[in-house]
Nanobody
Framework: QVQMVESGGGLVQAGGSLRLSCAAS????????MAWFRQAPGKEREFVAA????????SYAASVKGRFTISGDNSQNTVYLQMNSLKPEDTAVYYC???????????????????WGQGTQVTVSS
């Protein structure tokens, strides 16, 4: 069973930056895409960003576009999320996920991912 391990969360003031990291326990399993999702208290888990390995394409939620950058290494099944200009509304638990299937419409829904991390808390103070 592949496990995803996130790190890098914490407390930061509005306008600050954080970098999240995620690594799969098995570095050589074949994944189509890796992504970040987040879930705030009382809200559903929402898509943040994804990177598809075969095309090296990235996609972002509108709320983070221009502020967050997803990057990674396919050969190591690692993915990062650089978060700049953080806002209090970015406060959530951030989850890393990996998908083994490439969906034609893009891998931007939670049910498209089979491997999940435990999550890392990001808190942005105003």
């Amino acid at each position: 069973q592949v496990q995803m391990v996130e790190s890098g969360g914490g407390l930061v003031q509005a306008g600050g930056s954080l970098r999240l990291s995620c690594a799969a326990s098995e570095r050589t399993f074949s994944s189509c895409a890796m992504a970040w999702f987040r879930q705030a208290p009382g809200k559903e888990r929402e898509f943040v960003a994804a990177r598809r390995w075969s095309t090296s394409t990235t996609s972002y939620a509108a709320s983070v576009k221009g502020r967050f950058t997803i990057s990674g290494d396919n050969s190591q099944n690692t993915v990062y999320l650089q978060m700049n200009s953080l806002k209090p509304e970015d406060t959530a638990v951030y989850y890393c996920a990996a998908s083994t299937i490439c969906y034609s419409g893009g891998n931007n829904q939670p049910n498209m991912y089979v491997y999940w991390g435990q999550g890392t808390q990001v808190t942005v103070s105003s």
